[in-house]
């Protein structure tokens, strides 16, 4: 069992997703965002606040509540987090727009690099006592021509059966369920886990108090998080969710899509199994 001490607060895991961001910035090239193009988006985006004020006949106390929440946000680390959950979906949705083969979703702030690599065919990292009903993804990573892809990267991530990611909760190991699969000469996979459960985005910190002030929830669906690599293509990052998942429909994140569900079934022997192939085009 978990302790409630034990548990993450949002601002442990906003200053952890802080860090790892911070420290991802480092490595990758940011923006270059020529001035004309700076002007016209920040003017879009104020435009949009004005616009709700103006609509929503705004009040000073209002707009000083604001101004408190935003700073309380930055305090608390938890940018990453409501950047994630709020606007990453749509910049998603963007890209997606000139990308084929497997459909992508939001990253989220919880990827971590260089975890372990493992073969095609492995069990994900995961502590003696782990919870929850096993699971197996098998499948195949190929071109958009259908190659099969030999020696492409299944780079996977996900919740515990608490909704707990590790590098991201105290009490969940470094390196819990994360790892590397590399498929095989015909570029075949198969991953051995448990069902991780919805994930609840911490809710004892500002984020969630503008979830519960808006009446809102503050769950997303039980998923998987997939990022697909191989050499000479453009990566996909995505998101596998659960047939008859419960928040399906009401993601918080907006980050779901009918082609990422999957439905296993039990093999007879308490496992669910599904399958999932990947497609990656040329770039
Ligand atoms: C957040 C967490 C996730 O696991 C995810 O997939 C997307 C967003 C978050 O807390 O911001
Ligand atoms: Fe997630």
Redesign the pocket.
């Known amino acids: 069992m978990t302790s409630l001490q034990e548990s993450p607060t949002a601002a442990g ?1 906003g200053a952890n ?1 802080s860090e790892n961001f911070k420290a991802a910035a480092a490595n990758q090239d940011l923006a270059d965002t020529p001035p004309e193009r700076v002007a016209a988006i920040v003017t879009a985006v104020l435009k949009g606040v004005h616009t709700a004020i103006e609509e929503y006949d705004v009040t000073y106390p209002e707009f000083q509540a604001a101004k408190a929440w935003l700073m309380a946000v930055g305090e608390g680390g938890e940018w ?6 709020f606007v ?1 979906h749509a910049v998603e949705a963007q890209v997606a727009r000139s990308q084929h083969g497997t459909k992508g ?6 990827f971590l690099p260089d975890q372990v690599r493992l073969p095609a065919r492995a069990g994900l990292p995961r502590r003696a006592d782990e919870q929850g009903t096993p699971l197996a993804l098998s499948g195949q990573v190929r071109d958009v021509n259908g190659t099969p892809l030999a020696g492409a990267e299944v780079d996977i991530w996900h ?1 515990d059966a608490d909704g707990y ?1 590790s590098g991201f909760a105290p009490h969940v190991p470094d390196g819990n369920l994360r790892g590397i699969f590399v498929t095989d000469d015909e570029g075949r996979f198969e991953i051995s886990t448990i069902q991780p459960a919805p ?1 609840q ?2 809710h004892d910190g500002p ?1 969630g108090q503008l979830i519960e002030a808006s009446g809102w929830h503050p769950w ?1 669906p039980a ?1 998987l ?1 997939i990022q697909v690599r191989a050499e000479g293509h453009r990566p996909v990052t995505t ?1 596998i969710y659960f047939a008859g998942g419960e928040y399906l429909e009401s993601d ?2 907006e ?1 779901t899509k009918p082609e990422l569900v999957i439905d296993p079934q039990d093999d007879g022997t308490g496992v669910r199994r599904s399958t999932y192939d990947f497609e990656l085009e040329s770039d």
């Open positions: 895991s997703a990453p987090l409501f950047m994630d959950v990453e979703s939001i990253l989220g702030p919880y919740a990611y994930y985005i911490p984020t997303r998923h998080h998101q918080v994140a980050a």
